[in-house]
């Protein structure tokens, strides 16, 4: 599903790159390219291709989401595949972003604060910009205790679609992080503002995951994912799903989940999915 090349590392400890190519499809292409200036903790700037800095499972990566697949909260209000018709741009975008961690807490010092704030063209990767405007993304977080993080992210911008018409997206999302001796525990929610609503619907997703650690390399995650394409029940796609994790090696990872969904955009809303993945990195 997924064939992916890339370099990363650090100049002078003061900048970091990273460049990042996805090799299968039909269409080979550029998923990051990068350069970050990260002298300081409090402030850093990143500029070229990057992910948006919307939601806590956006910027993640595959191997570390859990479940089979991102939530469609990411999917449909994160540039995965985007509610008003955006290709997956797998949550990414070209800009400039500015952020920090604020305020050492404790004995080890981890961060109270982080921010990130963004400007981006808005039409996803690869892609010239379209008009005049930009996207601003940002999010506020607090870390009331080290591994829980608390944030509240917005979205303001609009998308040029294949017609020349130019559509607003305004977003808010909310949610928590935890993380801890590999124990996770994920919830957010996402709902388009009112610019958005007026043209296209109010859209609204939510989703909740659990990992529960058995041993050093087998963990267990369940998830509720919701997507309601009108903001009410009517609409709404739901997916149950279970996850078993076999991280045999810090660079091999399997994964067998099962999963049951009611959409009820469809005629037949209820079936079920069993999926298989493995991860290798080398």
């Not at 305004?170 to 919830?187: H, M």
């Not at 009112?194 to 529960?212: F, I, N, P």
């Amino acid at each position: 599903r997924l064939i992916r090349l890339y370099v990363d590392g650090s100049i002078f400890n003061d900048f970091k790159y990273r460049i990042q190519l996805q090799m299968n499809g039909q269409n080979p292409h550029v998923k990051d390219f990068y350069l970050e200036w990260a002298k300081y903790k409090e402030f850093s700037v990143k500029i070229g291709q990057f992910k948006r800095a919307f939601t806590f499972e956006n910027p993640m990566n595959p191997w570390d989401v859990g479940v089979g697949d991102y939530s469609f909260l990411v999917q449909k209000m994160s540039g995965m595949g985007d509610r008003l018709g955006e290709a997956n741009m797998g949550g990414r975008d070209q800009g400039i972003q500015v952020q920090g961690d604020l305020i050492p807490m404790a004995d080890d010092q981890y961060r109270l604060l982080h921010y990130q704030l963004g400007v981006y063209n808005g039409q996803g990767i690869n892609l010239a910009d379209a008009n005049k405007s930009k996207d601003i993304i940002g999010t506020l977080q607090i870390q009331p205790v080290k591994g829980l993080y608390l944030g509240a992210f917005g979205w303001k911008g609009d998308w040029v679609n294949g017609k020349g018409e130019t559509l607003k997206r305004e977003r808010f999302s909310a949610g928590l992080k935890y993380d801890v001796n590999n124990w996770t525990v994920r919830a957010e929610y996402a709902t388009a503002l009112a610019g958005e609503k007026e043209q296209s619907g109010a859209a609204d997703a939510l989703y909740v995951t659990v990992g529960v650690p058995v041993v050093d390399w087998f963990k267990v995650y369940a998830k509720w994912d919701e997507f309601r394409a009108n903001g009410k029940s009517d609409s709404s796609h739901d997916m149950y799903s279970a996850c078993l994790n076999f991280r045999l090696h810090k660079n091999l990872n399997f994964q067998l989940e099962y999963r049951h969904h009611n959409n009820k955009l469809l005629p037949k809303p209820q079936y079920n999915e069993l999926w298989f993945l493995s991860y290798i990195r080398f």
